[in-house]
């Protein structure tokens, strides 16, 4: 028996990434496997449920080429295997106390400048991982240099990835190295309604100075700029003015320039002439950094299986992540439980998308060839004519994302020959999904079909 789980888990392995094989599969054995009602043996009720949600085909799967029959699977919680954390190594008194004095610290360090920085933001708090290291380097770059090789600094990427952070922690760092440099942070939405008050008071003049005084820019989330001419015209000036001074110039946005709707091409052009930096998603690796982290930062103690958690559920953003964080701890205060043991007994359910509504292979190939009205057949067939090949490749990347499902198995469910056409077809879709918005949209809707 032991053997074969053994050869079961290997296969297993290869399908999923080591990531979830190592949180979901670590500590199972098989119990049974009589007159073909399989039993396997977990360490608690959490994980039959994450289990049978989504990895029931794969465990069939793998069981049934290990010539094992399979007509049902059961999970049994096997006690004795507890959890490996000890969650008795602070109480819930200590958590409270730790977090309010970690409150006071902040409220006494976080008041507010005239430079629009929020000191609370650093580089010391912002987690570099996979998702983000390019720009951060460029960050530091500025920080040793300003105004120098990134100039202008253009950074974007979607909501809650970090833009604001990481450039208001340039500013901070620049500051703390040299207290006399003129800085200023500003959304452009203030800039806009600061711009209108002083040509209302008939001050255009002394707020274009005050602009053109500043050794360092910061201006969040440009793409609001949309429709507002007079204020994109007033930016531009001050733009090439401090451009022209070896100013730095710092600009976040959602998006690239070119893709924000009436933004003049020339200042397009400008903003992302020393390169655009992007913040991506963080893989799961870099969520559980981050929250790892953050417990830190606060004095919490959480366990790593919470935290694994947390990172595996929370897909959308870090400002979500952090959200969901911050509501298990809070609740773990209040009902005096570990966050593991919250989440055991089902008092939180963090589900930020749709990954853990079963849905089989199947079913994602048929909704991407319907939404894209062509026949499973030629989708998953051979053309090359484009929009064909896209719709096979939001297949792959569906089943990628949504199910883990290996290159090899992604291959064979949507008839290609090889897993590096695959692996090709998920990092098109990928990248091209950073600046197609309309693809984005595609693929939401897609996934509202598949779990709706
Ligand atoms: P954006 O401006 O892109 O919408 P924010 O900068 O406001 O995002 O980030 C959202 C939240 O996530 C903030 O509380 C921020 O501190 C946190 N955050 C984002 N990226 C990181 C990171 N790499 N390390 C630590 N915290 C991060
Ligand atoms: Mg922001």
């Given at each position: 028996?032991?053997?074969?789980?053994?050869?079961?888990?290997?296969?297993?392995?290869?399908?999923?990434?080591?990531?979830?094989?190592?949180?979901?599969?670590?500590?199972?054995?098989?119990?049974?496997?009589?007159?073909?009602?399989?039993?396997?043996?977990?360490?608690?009720?959490?994980?039959?449920?994450?289990?049978?949600?989504?990895?029931?085909?794969?465990?069939?799967?793998?069981?049934?080429?290990?010539?094992?029959?399979?007509?049902?699977?059961?999970?049994?919680?096997?006690?004795?295997?507890?959890?490996?954390?000890?969650?008795?190594?602070?109480t819930p008194t200590?958590?409270?106390?730790?977090?309010?004095?970690?409150?006071?610290?902040?409220?006494?360090?976080?008041?507010?400048?005239?430079?629009?920085?929020?000191?609370?933001?650093?580089?010391?708090?912002?987690?570099?991982?996979?998702?983000?290291?390019?720009?951060?380097?460029?960050?530091?770059?500025?920080?040793?240099?300003?105004?120098?090789?990134?100039?202008?600094?253009?950074?974007?990427?979607?909501?809650?990835?970090?833009?604001?952070?990481?450039?208001?922690?340039?500013?901070?760092?620049?500051?703390?190295?040299?207290?006399?440099?003129?800085?200023?942070?500003?959304?452009?939405?203030?800039?806009?309604?600061?711009?209108?008050?002083?040509?209302?008071?008939?001050?255009?003049?002394?707020?274009?100075?005050?602009?053109?005084?500043?050794?360092?820019?910061?201006?969040?989330?440009?793409?609001?700029?949309?429709?507002?001419?007079?204020?994109?015209?007033?930016?531009?000036?001050?733009?090439?003015?401090?451009?022209?001074?070896?100013?730095?110039?710092?600009?976040?946005?959602?998006?690239?320039?070119?893709?924000?709707?009436?933004?003049?091409?020339?200042?397009?052009?400008?903003?992302?002439?020393?390169?655009?930096?992007?913040?991506?998603?963080?893989?799961?690796?870099?969520?559980?950094?981050?929250?790892?982290?953050?417990?830190?930062?606060?004095?919490?103690?959480?366990?790593?299986?919470?935290?694994?958690?947390?990172?595996?559920?929370?897909?959308?953003?870090?400002?979500?992540?952090?959200?969901?964080?911050?509501?298990?701890?809070?609740?773990s205060e209040v009902r005096g439980l570990?966050?593991?043991?919250?989440?055991?007994?089902?008092?939180?359910?963090?589900?930020?998308?749709?990954?853990?509504?079963?849905?089989?292979?199947?079913?994602?190939?048929?909704?991407?060839?319907?939404?894209?009205?062509?026949?499973?057949?030629?989708?998953?067939?051979?053309?090359?004519?484009?929009?064909?090949?896209?719709?096979?490749?939001?297949?792959?990347?569906?089943?990628?994302?949504?199910?883990?499902?290996?290159?090899?198995?992604?291959?064979?469910?949507?008839?290609?020959?090889?897993?590096?056409?695959?692996?090709?077809?998920?990092?098109?879709?990928?990248?091209?999904?950073?600046?197609?918005?309309?693809?984005?949209?595609?693929?939401?809707?897609?996934?509202?079909?598949?779990?709706?």
């Amino acid at each position: 028996m032991y053997d074969v789980w053994k050869n079961a888990l290997a296969e297993i392995e290869q399908q999923i990434s080591t990531a979830n094989f190592s949180t979901w599969f670590q500590d199972t054995s098989l119990l049974s496997t009589e007159d073909g009602e399989i039993k396997i043996g977990v360490k608690n009720s959490f994980y039959v449920k994450q289990l049978r949600n989504r990895y029931l085909d794969l465990i069939k799967t793998a069981l049934e080429n290990n010539n094992i029959t399979v007509n049902n699977i059961d999970f049994e919680v096997q006690s004795g295997t507890k959890p490996k954390v000890r969650p008795r190594e602070i109480t819930p008194t200590d958590t409270v106390v730790k977090s309010r004095i970690k409150k006071v610290k902040t409220e006494l360090t976080n008041q507010p400048t005239n430079t629009g920085l929020n000191n609370k933001y650093t580089l010391d708090n912002f987690v570099v991982g996979s998702n983000n290291d390019l720009a951060v380097s460029a960050a530091r770059s500025i920080i040793d240099s300003p105004g120098d090789r990134y100039n202008p600094f253009f950074l974007y990427g979607g909501p809650g990835l970090g833009k604001t952070h990481l450039v208001q922690a340039i500013g901070n760092e620049l500051l703390k190295k040299n207290p006399d440099l003129k800085i200023f942070y500003t959304p452009i939405s203030h800039f806009y309604s600061d711009f209108i008050d002083a040509v209302k008071l008939g001050k255009g003049k002394e707020f274009n100075l005050k602009f053109r005084k500043l050794d360092v820019l910061i201006i969040d989330d440009f793409q609001f700029i949309v429709g507002k001419e007079k204020s994109q015209e007033e930016f531009f000036n001050i733009f090439n003015d401090l451009y022209q001074l070896n100013k730095q110039i710092i600009v976040t946005s959602d998006r690239l320039p070119s893709q924000i709707k009436s933004v003049d091409e020339r200042l397009a052009s400008r903003l992302t002439w020393a390169g655009a930096f992007d913040l991506q998603l963080p893989k799961f690796e870099d969520k559980c950094a981050i929250l790892r982290a953050k417990a830190e930062l606060m004095g919490a103690e959480i366990e790593p299986e919470a935290i694994e958690y947390i990172a595996e559920n929370v897909n959308t953003n870090i400002r979500d992540l952090e959200g969901e964080f911050s509501t298990i701890l809070l609740m773990s205060e209040v009902r005096g439980l570990t966050p593991l043991e919250l989440i055991e007994n089902g008092a939180v359910s963090v589900n930020k998308t749709s990954k853990l509504r079963p849905v089989s292979a199947k079913q994602i190939v048929e909704k991407v060839a319907k939404y894209y009205e062509l026949p499973v057949k030629e989708m998953c067939g051979k053309s090359r004519v484009a929009h064909i090949k896209t719709a096979r490749q939001v297949a792959m990347f569906l089943l990628s994302k949504e199910l883990s499902l290996s290159t090899n198995k992604i291959a064979a469910e949507v008839g290609v020959k090889d897993h590096t056409t695959v692996m090709h077809g998920v990092k098109k879709i990928e990248k091209d999904l950073k600046l197609n918005f309309t693809l984005r949209d595609q693929i939401e809707e897609i996934k509202e079909k598949i779990y709706g």
